[in-house]
Protein backbone atom coordinates (compact mmCIF):
# COMPACT_ATOMS: atom_id res chain seq x y z
CA UNK A 1 0.00 0.00 0.00
CA UNK A 2 1.11 3.56 -0.96
CA UNK A 3 1.78 5.61 1.69
CA UNK A 4 -0.53 8.14 0.15
CA UNK A 5 -3.26 5.69 0.21
CA UNK A 6 -2.21 5.23 4.12
CA UNK A 7 -2.57 8.65 4.53
CA UNK A 8 -6.17 8.78 2.87
CA UNK A 9 -7.69 6.16 4.67
CA UNK A 10 -6.44 7.89 7.73
CA UNK A 11 -8.08 11.38 7.34
CA UNK A 12 -11.25 9.20 5.76
CA UNK A 13 -11.43 6.02 8.06
CA UNK A 14 -9.73 4.81 10.65
CA UNK A 15 -5.99 4.22 11.75
CA UNK A 16 -5.94 0.76 11.20
CA UNK A 17 -5.27 -1.02 7.63
CA UNK A 18 -6.91 -3.43 5.43
CA UNK A 19 -4.38 -5.06 2.78
CA UNK A 20 -5.13 -5.32 -0.37
CA UNK A 21 -5.99 -8.73 -1.61
CA UNK A 22 -3.01 -10.00 -4.40
CA UNK A 23 -3.71 -13.51 -4.71
CA UNK A 24 -3.70 -14.67 -8.71
CA UNK A 25 -2.72 -11.50 -9.59
CA UNK A 26 1.06 -10.76 -11.97
CA UNK A 27 3.29 -7.96 -10.91
CA UNK A 28 2.04 -5.78 -13.65
CA UNK A 29 -1.66 -6.03 -12.53
CA UNK A 30 -0.65 -5.25 -8.79
CA UNK A 31 1.04 -2.37 -9.75
CA UNK A 32 -1.42 -1.15 -12.06
CA UNK A 33 -3.99 -1.89 -9.54
CA UNK A 34 -2.23 0.28 -6.66
CA UNK A 35 -2.12 3.51 -9.07
CA UNK A 36 -5.79 3.02 -10.35
CA UNK A 37 -6.27 3.14 -5.98
CA UNK A 38 -3.70 5.69 -5.86
CA UNK A 39 -5.73 7.82 -8.56
CA UNK A 40 -9.22 6.89 -7.53
CA UNK A 41 -8.69 7.93 -3.55
CA UNK A 42 -7.22 11.08 -4.43
CA UNK A 43 -10.36 12.02 -7.36
CA UNK A 44 -12.43 11.55 -4.14
CA UNK A 45 -10.92 13.93 -2.27
CA UNK A 46 -10.75 16.09 -4.68
CA UNK A 47 -14.49 15.75 -5.34
CA UNK A 48 -13.84 14.33 -8.63
CA UNK A 49 -16.64 11.63 -7.88
CA UNK A 50 -17.16 10.27 -11.53
CA UNK A 51 -13.63 10.37 -12.59
CA UNK A 52 -13.03 8.35 -8.81
CA UNK A 53 -15.51 5.87 -9.51
CA UNK A 54 -14.00 5.14 -13.23
CA UNK A 55 -10.69 4.52 -11.68
CA UNK A 56 -12.30 1.79 -9.00
CA UNK A 57 -14.27 -0.09 -11.82
CA UNK A 58 -11.36 -0.26 -13.97
CA UNK A 59 -9.73 -1.78 -10.75
CA UNK A 60 -12.81 -4.28 -10.42
CA UNK A 61 -11.93 -5.22 -14.00
CA UNK A 62 -8.75 -6.80 -12.98
CA UNK A 63 -9.85 -8.12 -9.70
CA UNK A 64 -13.77 -8.31 -9.53
CA UNK A 65 -13.75 -8.12 -5.55
CA UNK A 66 -11.29 -5.72 -4.74
CA UNK A 67 -11.65 -4.39 -0.94
CA UNK A 68 -10.43 -0.84 -2.32
CA UNK A 69 -12.23 -0.09 -5.53
CA UNK A 70 -15.26 -1.83 -3.57
CA UNK A 71 -14.74 0.37 -0.19
CA UNK A 72 -14.10 3.42 -2.65
CA UNK A 73 -17.03 3.22 -5.04
CA UNK A 74 -19.19 2.85 -1.56
CA UNK A 75 -17.47 6.02 -0.33
CA UNK A 76 -18.21 7.97 -4.10
CA UNK A 77 -22.10 6.56 -3.78
CA UNK A 78 -22.37 7.97 -0.17
CA UNK A 79 -20.39 11.35 -1.21
CA UNK A 80 -23.67 11.42 -3.74
CA UNK A 81 -26.23 10.84 -0.93
CA UNK A 82 -26.72 7.59 -3.13
CA UNK A 83 -26.88 5.60 0.05
CA UNK A 84 -29.08 2.15 -1.18
CA UNK A 85 -26.18 2.46 -4.01
CA UNK A 86 -23.40 2.93 -1.45
CA UNK A 87 -24.72 -0.18 0.45
CA UNK A 88 -24.60 -2.75 -1.74
CA UNK A 89 -20.92 -2.53 -2.21
CA UNK A 90 -20.05 -2.19 1.06
CA UNK A 91 -21.85 -4.95 1.49
CA UNK A 92 -20.78 -6.87 -1.22
CA UNK A 93 -17.02 -6.32 -0.04
CA UNK A 94 -17.84 -7.66 3.40
CA UNK A 95 -19.23 -10.48 1.57
CA UNK A 96 -15.74 -11.23 -0.09
CA UNK A 97 -13.69 -9.70 3.22
CA UNK A 98 -15.37 -9.73 6.39
CA UNK A 99 -14.69 -7.68 8.71
CA UNK A 100 -13.19 -4.95 6.66
CA UNK A 101 -13.48 -1.94 8.91
CA UNK A 102 -13.54 0.71 6.38
CA UNK A 103 -16.65 -1.24 4.79
CA UNK A 104 -18.29 -1.37 8.26
CA UNK A 105 -17.55 1.83 9.00
CA UNK A 106 -19.13 3.49 5.70
CA UNK A 107 -22.19 0.64 5.59
CA UNK A 108 -22.72 2.30 9.31
CA UNK A 109 -23.39 5.80 8.29
CA UNK A 110 -25.46 4.79 5.22
CA UNK A 111 -27.56 3.50 7.84
CA UNK A 112 -27.09 6.50 10.40
CA UNK A 113 -28.27 8.78 7.01
CA UNK A 114 -31.13 6.60 6.15
CA UNK A 115 -32.31 6.49 9.13
CA UNK A 116 -31.82 3.38 10.28
CA UNK A 117 -30.45 3.93 13.06
CA UNK A 118 -31.08 0.15 14.83
CA UNK A 119 -29.02 -1.71 12.19
CA UNK A 120 -26.59 1.48 12.10
CA UNK A 121 -25.59 0.04 15.89
CA UNK A 122 -25.27 -3.40 15.01
CA UNK A 123 -22.66 -2.31 12.65
CA UNK A 124 -20.69 -0.40 14.86
CA UNK A 125 -21.06 -2.66 17.65
CA UNK A 126 -19.73 -4.87 15.68
CA UNK A 127 -16.72 -2.23 14.68
CA UNK A 128 -16.18 -1.69 18.32
CA UNK A 129 -15.48 -5.23 19.00
CA UNK A 130 -12.24 -4.91 16.84
CA UNK A 131 -11.63 -1.33 18.68
CA UNK A 132 -13.89 -0.46 21.97
CA UNK A 133 -11.65 2.89 22.40
CA UNK A 134 -11.97 4.72 19.35
CA UNK A 135 -14.26 7.90 20.42
CA UNK A 136 -15.16 8.52 16.49
CA UNK A 137 -17.53 5.07 16.64
CA UNK A 138 -18.58 5.52 20.22
CA UNK A 139 -19.92 9.27 19.82
CA UNK A 140 -21.59 7.49 16.66
CA UNK A 141 -23.22 4.58 18.85
CA UNK A 142 -24.33 7.19 21.28
CA UNK A 143 -26.10 9.39 18.78
CA UNK A 144 -27.97 6.24 17.54
CA UNK A 145 -28.78 5.20 20.78
CA UNK A 146 -30.52 8.86 21.15
CA UNK A 147 -31.90 8.72 17.88
CA UNK A 148 -34.16 5.52 18.77
CA UNK A 149 -34.61 7.10 22.93
CA UNK A 150 -32.31 4.54 24.27
CA UNK A 151 -31.55 6.98 27.30
CA UNK A 152 -29.72 4.75 29.32
CA UNK A 153 -27.76 2.98 26.90
CA UNK A 154 -26.68 6.47 25.19
CA UNK A 155 -25.78 8.22 28.29
CA UNK A 156 -23.26 5.16 29.39
CA UNK A 157 -21.66 5.91 25.44
CA UNK A 158 -21.24 9.22 25.78
CA UNK A 159 -19.74 9.16 29.62
CA UNK A 160 -17.33 6.31 28.24
CA UNK A 161 -16.10 9.01 25.46
CA UNK A 162 -15.70 11.04 28.75
CA UNK A 163 -13.62 8.68 30.33
CA UNK A 164 -11.82 8.22 27.46
CA UNK A 165 -11.12 12.03 26.08
CA UNK A 166 -12.18 14.31 28.65
CA UNK A 167 -13.42 17.27 27.08
CA UNK A 168 -14.79 15.59 23.35
CA UNK A 169 -17.18 17.81 21.51
CA UNK A 170 -19.03 15.30 20.03
CA UNK A 171 -19.93 13.36 23.36
CA UNK A 172 -20.40 17.25 25.56
CA UNK A 173 -23.03 18.22 22.59
CA UNK A 174 -24.45 15.11 22.53
CA UNK A 175 -25.04 14.60 26.16
CA UNK A 176 -26.88 18.11 26.02
CA UNK A 177 -29.28 16.90 23.22
CA UNK A 178 -29.87 13.64 25.33
CA UNK A 179 -30.90 15.59 28.14
CA UNK A 180 -32.66 17.62 25.81
CA UNK A 181 -34.59 15.09 24.46
CA UNK A 182 -35.82 13.83 27.63
CA UNK A 183 -37.08 17.26 28.80
CA UNK A 184 -33.93 17.28 31.40
CA UNK A 185 -33.10 21.33 30.56
CA UNK A 186 -30.82 21.92 33.78
CA UNK A 187 -28.60 18.70 33.22
CA UNK A 188 -28.32 19.84 29.42
CA UNK A 189 -27.33 23.18 30.75
CA UNK A 190 -23.84 21.51 32.09
CA UNK A 191 -22.74 20.20 29.14
CA UNK A 192 -23.65 22.95 26.72
CA UNK A 193 -21.73 25.02 29.13
CA UNK A 194 -19.00 23.02 29.07
CA UNK A 195 -18.59 23.15 25.87
CA UNK A 196 -18.82 26.72 25.36
CA UNK A 197 -15.65 26.79 27.92
CA UNK A 198 -14.25 23.93 25.78
CA UNK A 199 -14.44 26.12 22.43
CA UNK A 200 -14.80 29.53 23.75
CA UNK A 201 -12.64 31.03 21.59
CA UNK A 202 -14.44 29.31 18.54
CA UNK A 203 -17.86 28.94 19.49
CA UNK A 204 -20.43 26.82 17.41
CA UNK A 205 -23.52 28.88 17.10
CA UNK A 206 -25.70 25.67 17.42
CA UNK A 207 -24.35 25.08 21.10
CA UNK A 208 -25.33 29.04 21.46
CA UNK A 209 -28.96 28.38 20.47
CA UNK A 210 -29.25 25.57 22.42
CA UNK A 211 -28.36 27.11 25.95
CA UNK A 212 -30.67 29.86 24.37
CA UNK A 213 -33.29 27.22 23.92
CA UNK A 214 -32.81 25.46 27.56
CA UNK A 215 -33.66 29.18 29.01
CA UNK A 216 -36.76 29.03 27.22
CA UNK A 217 -37.70 25.87 28.30
CA UNK A 218 -36.90 26.76 31.89
CA UNK A 219 -39.01 30.16 31.39
CA UNK A 220 -35.41 31.56 32.78
CA UNK A 221 -35.94 34.08 29.36
CA UNK A 222 -33.76 37.17 30.69
CA UNK A 223 -30.66 34.47 30.82
CA UNK A 224 -31.35 32.55 27.21
CA UNK A 225 -31.57 36.95 25.60
CA UNK A 226 -27.47 36.46 26.04
CA UNK A 227 -26.80 33.43 24.30
CA UNK A 228 -29.34 34.32 21.46
CA UNK A 229 -27.68 37.94 20.81
CA UNK A 230 -24.25 35.82 21.03
CA UNK A 231 -25.49 33.71 18.18
CA UNK A 232 -26.83 36.77 16.36
CA UNK A 233 -23.58 38.39 16.22
CA UNK A 234 -21.69 34.99 14.78
CA UNK A 235 -24.62 34.85 12.26
CA UNK A 236 -27.25 38.10 11.76
CA UNK A 237 -29.61 36.37 9.71
CA UNK A 238 -29.69 33.30 11.71
CA UNK A 239 -33.49 31.87 11.83
CA UNK A 240 -33.27 30.05 15.54
CA UNK A 241 -31.24 33.31 17.53
CA UNK A 242 -34.05 35.57 15.61
CA UNK A 243 -36.83 32.93 16.78
CA UNK A 244 -34.91 32.86 20.28
CA UNK A 245 -34.58 36.42 20.69
CA UNK A 246 -38.66 36.95 19.89
CA UNK A 247 -40.03 34.05 21.92
CA UNK A 248 -38.08 35.13 24.58
CA UNK A 249 -39.23 38.36 24.79
CA UNK A 250 -43.12 37.32 23.96
CA UNK A 251 -42.43 35.43 27.37
CA UNK A 252 -41.53 37.97 29.49
CA UNK A 253 -44.44 40.75 27.86
CA UNK A 254 -42.09 42.47 25.78
CA UNK A 255 -44.52 42.34 22.96
CA UNK A 256 -42.90 45.50 21.25
CA UNK A 257 -39.66 43.67 21.49
CA UNK A 258 -40.72 40.32 20.38
CA UNK A 259 -42.15 42.27 17.38
CA UNK A 260 -38.87 43.45 16.12
CA UNK A 261 -37.41 39.88 15.37
CA UNK A 262 -40.66 38.78 13.91
CA UNK A 263 -40.49 41.00 11.72
CA UNK A 264 -36.64 40.72 10.77
CA UNK A 265 -37.65 36.82 10.31
CA UNK A 266 -40.48 37.63 8.06
CA UNK A 267 -38.23 39.98 6.02
CA UNK A 268 -36.42 36.71 5.13
CA UNK A 269 -39.55 34.27 4.66
CA UNK A 270 -42.65 36.18 4.19
CA UNK A 271 -45.30 33.44 4.09
CA UNK A 272 -44.25 31.84 7.38
CA UNK A 273 -47.06 30.47 9.02
CA UNK A 274 -46.29 30.27 12.42
CA UNK A 275 -44.30 33.94 12.20
CA UNK A 276 -47.26 35.85 10.85
CA UNK A 277 -49.20 34.61 14.00
CA UNK A 278 -46.58 35.02 16.24
CA UNK A 279 -46.21 38.92 15.13
CA UNK A 280 -50.23 39.04 15.21
CA UNK A 281 -50.21 37.89 19.12
CA UNK A 282 -48.03 40.77 19.28
CA UNK A 283 -50.11 43.13 18.13
CA UNK A 284 -53.22 41.78 19.96
CA UNK A 285 -51.61 42.40 23.30
CA UNK A 286 -50.26 45.50 22.35
CA UNK A 287 -53.87 45.69 21.90
CA UNK A 288 -53.36 46.95 18.11
CA UNK A 289 -56.38 44.84 17.12
CA UNK A 290 -56.23 46.22 13.56
CA UNK A 291 -52.85 45.14 12.67
CA UNK A 292 -53.83 41.71 14.39
CA UNK A 293 -56.10 41.07 12.61
CA UNK A 294 -54.17 41.68 9.43
CA UNK A 295 -51.33 39.53 10.73
CA UNK A 296 -53.48 36.84 11.42
CA UNK A 297 -55.66 37.19 8.28
CA UNK A 298 -52.41 36.42 6.46
CA UNK A 299 -51.62 33.76 7.79
CA UNK A 300 -55.12 32.00 7.27
CA UNK A 301 -54.40 32.94 3.63
CA UNK A 302 -51.92 30.73 3.43
CA UNK A 303 -53.60 27.33 5.29
CA UNK A 304 -55.54 27.06 8.13
CA UNK A 305 -53.93 27.83 11.68
CA UNK A 306 -55.93 27.20 14.75
CA UNK A 307 -54.08 29.89 16.82
CA UNK A 308 -54.63 32.47 13.85
CA UNK A 309 -58.05 31.38 14.87
CA UNK A 310 -57.89 31.84 18.20
CA UNK A 311 -56.36 34.96 17.66
CA UNK A 312 -59.24 37.05 15.86
CA UNK A 313 -61.62 34.74 18.61
CA UNK A 314 -59.80 36.70 21.15
CA UNK A 315 -59.60 39.82 19.43
CA UNK A 316 -63.85 39.50 19.23
CA UNK A 317 -63.70 38.62 22.85
CA UNK A 318 -62.04 42.28 23.38
CA UNK A 319 -64.30 43.89 21.57
CA UNK A 320 -67.20 42.72 22.93
CA UNK A 321 -68.54 40.05 20.00
CA UNK A 322 -68.69 37.39 22.38
CA UNK A 323 -71.46 35.34 20.20
CA UNK A 324 -68.72 35.45 17.14
CA UNK A 325 -65.93 34.64 19.68
CA UNK A 326 -67.91 31.80 20.98
CA UNK A 327 -68.65 30.32 17.09
CA UNK A 328 -64.88 30.14 16.26
CA UNK A 329 -63.83 29.12 19.51
CA UNK A 330 -66.21 26.03 19.19
CA UNK A 331 -65.16 25.45 15.76
CA UNK A 332 -61.59 25.38 17.04
CA UNK A 333 -63.01 22.69 19.54
CA UNK A 334 -64.11 20.41 17.47
CA UNK A 335 -60.78 19.92 15.87
CA UNK A 336 -59.00 20.06 19.11
CA UNK A 337 -61.26 18.78 22.17
CA UNK A 338 -58.86 18.74 24.94
CA UNK A 339 -57.93 22.51 24.44
CA UNK A 340 -58.35 23.27 28.49
CA UNK A 341 -57.80 27.20 27.02
CA UNK A 342 -60.68 26.94 24.90
CA UNK A 343 -63.57 26.02 27.39
CA UNK A 344 -62.27 28.64 29.44
CA UNK A 345 -62.37 31.05 27.16
CA UNK A 346 -66.00 30.05 25.69
CA UNK A 347 -67.37 30.11 29.90
CA UNK A 348 -65.57 33.24 30.13
CA UNK A 349 -67.70 34.56 27.12
CA UNK A 350 -70.76 33.12 28.42
CA UNK A 351 -70.49 34.97 31.81
CA UNK A 352 -70.18 38.54 29.64
CA UNK A 353 -73.42 37.83 27.71
CA UNK A 354 -74.65 36.35 31.87
CA UNK A 355 -75.21 33.10 30.41
CA UNK A 356 -73.63 31.47 33.56
CA UNK A 357 -75.39 28.25 33.40
CA UNK A 358 -73.71 27.42 29.89
CA UNK A 359 -70.24 28.78 31.45
CA UNK A 360 -71.15 26.01 33.85
CA UNK A 361 -72.09 23.11 31.29
CA UNK A 362 -68.96 23.73 29.06
CA UNK A 363 -66.42 23.80 32.13
CA UNK A 364 -68.54 20.48 32.85
CA UNK A 365 -67.85 19.41 29.82
CA UNK A 366 -63.91 19.11 29.92
CA UNK A 367 -63.80 17.62 33.32
CA UNK A 368 -66.16 14.99 31.56
CA UNK A 369 -63.03 14.09 29.43
CA UNK A 370 -61.38 13.05 32.72
CA UNK A 371 -58.73 15.79 32.54
CA UNK A 372 -57.84 18.00 35.38
CA UNK A 373 -56.63 21.37 34.90
CA UNK A 374 -56.09 23.76 37.81
CA UNK A 375 -57.44 26.93 36.12
CA UNK A 376 -60.73 25.10 34.67
CA UNK A 377 -61.13 23.69 38.29
CA UNK A 378 -60.81 27.26 39.97
CA UNK A 379 -63.18 28.97 37.27
CA UNK A 380 -65.47 26.66 37.49
CA UNK A 381 -65.45 26.82 41.17
CA UNK A 382 -65.56 30.81 41.38
CA UNK A 383 -68.64 30.47 38.94
CA UNK A 384 -70.40 28.25 41.21
CA UNK A 385 -69.36 30.41 44.41
CA UNK A 386 -71.64 33.02 42.56
CA UNK A 387 -68.29 34.99 41.20
CA UNK A 388 -67.29 35.82 37.52
Not at 68 to 73: D, E, M, P
Not at 186 to 200: P, S
Request: with cysteine; aromatic share 12%; glycine share 6%.
Amino acid sequence: MSEYEKDYLKENHQDNESPITLEGLTEEEINQISELSKRGYQLLKENLIRDAEESFFQILDIDDTNNYALVGLGDAARKKHEYRKAIGYYQKCLENHAGNNYALFGLADCYKALNRYTDAIKIWEQYLQHDDNNVTILTRVADAYRKVKDFRRSKEIYLRVLEIEGDNPYALIGLGHLHYDFREYDEALKYWERMLEVKQDNVDIRVLTSLGNCHRKLKTYDRGLKYFQQALELEPNNFYALFGLADCYRGMNHHAESLEYWHKILKLDPNNKVILTRAGDAYRNMEDFDKAEEYYHAALNIEFDMYAILGLALINKERGNYEDAIDSLYGLLRNDPKNHRLYTEIAECYLALNQRHKAVEILTEFHKLGIRNPYVAKLLDRIQQGGN
